[in-house]
């Protein structure tokens, strides 16, 4: 018995000091974690400040935001950011008024209408859609989008905002649909019970029960894809095309922030010219943007947030 009682002591001694162990390695090994994402971050950000403000100290910041013109390749450089934004601005919006609805809409089925073996279809079709990279889906705009919006079209350029717009908003749906549809799968079945039990139909309850209960993690996901869709590269650098312009027409080449960095970065820019450190004060820009974007998001969940 004496001899039991030992070993089990010394089991219990022997767990204690790996449990000691473990308790104060995981701890520091998750703080080194943290701390070194912490400081790539800080890393990015004094590194996009420290060369955007050498590029305010050769082009002034007035033109930089009050002109319309974005030509740093000529003789006479001009540099009015206006004309990228509003290229992005415009495939963003198209996007969005494309994946908005067909997100949502996919949203609810799965949610509200769909059955099990129906989900257990959609959502892995939704998943590899998400996975599909950004490439693919440019040239999917330049060699097939493209080509079939201007049989219906024909005054539609080659590049143009309505083909990477529709494309980008393609690439989104699954963001949408997924982050939709986990807000409303959150929603309680008694809020649904108790709709149907006053005689509202699926259709009602769907839209004017779960939908509005919901609000904050739809609206959430549709700020986040949106935010998405600013930063989007490679279908709007193969599918839009390299012409800045300031106007409001969808059917000529466009330049977005994010095809400009690409068109200098992979260039003939020289280290240290004035082409090279503006797309540090592009970049800046496009990082505002979707910073902004994301803590309106934050804020939308935290503002509306329903709680059960």
Same mark, same amino acid.
């Given at each position: 018995?004496?001899?039991?009682?030992?070993?089990?002591?010394?089991?219990?001694?022997?767990?204690?000091?790996?449990?000691?162990?473990?308790?104060?390695?995981?701890?520091?090994?998750?703080?080194?974690?943290?701390?070194?994402?912490?400081?790539?971050?800080?890393?990015?950000?004094?590194?996009?400040?420290?060369?955007?403000?050498?590029?305010?100290?050769?082009?002034?910041?007035?033109?930089?935001?009050?002109?319309? @013109?974005?030509?740093?390749? &000529?003789?006479?450089? %001009?540099?009015?950011?206006? !004309? +990228?934004? $509003? =290229?992005?601005? *415009?495939?963003?919006?198209?996007?969005?008024?494309?994946?908005?609805?067909?997100?949502?809409?996919?949203?609810?089925?799965?949610?509200?209408?769909?059955?099990?073996?129906?989900?257990?279809?959609?959502?892995?079709?939704?998943?590899?859609?998400?996975?599909?990279?950004?490439?693919?889906?440019?040239?999917?705009?330049?060699?097939?989008?493209?080509?079939?919006?201007?049989?219906?079209?024909?005054?539609?350029?080659?590049?143009?905002?309505?083909?990477?717009?529709?494309?980008?908003?393609?690439?989104?749906?699954?963001?949408?649909?997924?982050?939709? @549809?986990?807000?409303?799968? &959150?929603?309680?079945? %008694?809020?649904?019970?108790? !709709? +149907?039990? $006053? =005689?509202?139909? *699926?259709?009602?309850?769907?839209?004017?029960?779960?939908?509005?209960?919901?609000?904050?993690?739809?609206?959430?996901?549709?700020?986040?894809?949106?935010?998405?869709?600013?930063?989007?590269?490679?279908?709007?650098?193969?599918?839009?095309?390299?012409?800045?312009?300031?106007?409001?027409?969808?059917?000529?080449?466009?330049?977005?922030?994010?095809?400009?960095?690409?068109?200098?970065?992979?260039?003939?820019?020289?280290?240290?010219?004035?082409?090279?450190?503006?797309?540090?004060?592009?970049?800046?820009?496009?990082?505002?943007?979707?910073?902004?974007?994301?803590?309106?998001?934050?804020?939308?969940? %935290?503002?509306?947030?329903?709680?059960?």
């Amino acid at each position: 018995m004496k001899s039991q009682g030992s070993i089990r002591e010394m089991i219990a001694n022997n767990q204690r000091k790996k449990r000691g162990i473990s308790d104060k390695l995981v701890p520091i090994i998750l703080a080194i974690i943290a701390i070194i994402s912490i400081l790539t971050t800080i890393g990015i950000l004094v590194t996009l400040l420290t060369e955007t403000i050498t590029f305010f100290t050769r082009v002034s910041l007035t033109e930089f935001l009050f002109t319309k @013109e974005w030509n740093p390749f &000529s003789s006479s450089p %001009k540099y009015g950011i206006w !004309a +990228l934004i $509003l =290229g992005t601005l *415009k495939v963003t919006f198209i996007a969005t008024i494309f994946a908005v609805p067909v997100g949502l809409g996919a949203a609810i089925y799965l949610s509200e209408y769909a059955s099990k073996r129906m989900r257990s279809i959609i959502k892995p079709i939704l998943e590899i859609l998400a996975g599909i990279p950004t490439i693919v889906f440019g040239f999917f705009a330049l060699t097939f989008v493209t080509p079939t919006l201007r049989h219906l079209f024909p005054d539609l350029g080659s590049f143009n905002s309505i083909s990477p717009g529709l494309v980008v908003g393609v690439m989104i749906i699954p963001l949408i649909t997924s982050m939709s @549809e986990d807000a409303m799968a &959150s929603v309680p079945n %008694k809020i649904r019970e108790g !709709a +149907l039990g $006053l =005689g509202a139909t *699926k259709f009602e309850v769907s839209l004017k029960v779960v939908l509005p209960a919901a609000i904050s993690g739809i609206v959430a996901s549709i700020v986040l894809a949106i935010s998405r869709a600013i930063g989007e590269t490679m279908i709007v650098s193969l599918a839009a095309g390299s012409t800045p312009d300031s106007s409001f027409s969808l059917t000529g080449s466009i330049q977005t922030m994010t095809g400009y960095i690409v068109q200098v970065a992979t260039g003939d820019a020289t280290f240290g010219s004035d082409i090279y450190y503006s797309i540090y004060a592009v970049g800046f820009t496009l990082f505002l943007f979707t910073l902004v974007m994301n803590l309106i998001s934050q804020w939308i969940s %935290k503002r509306f947030r329903e709680e059960y």
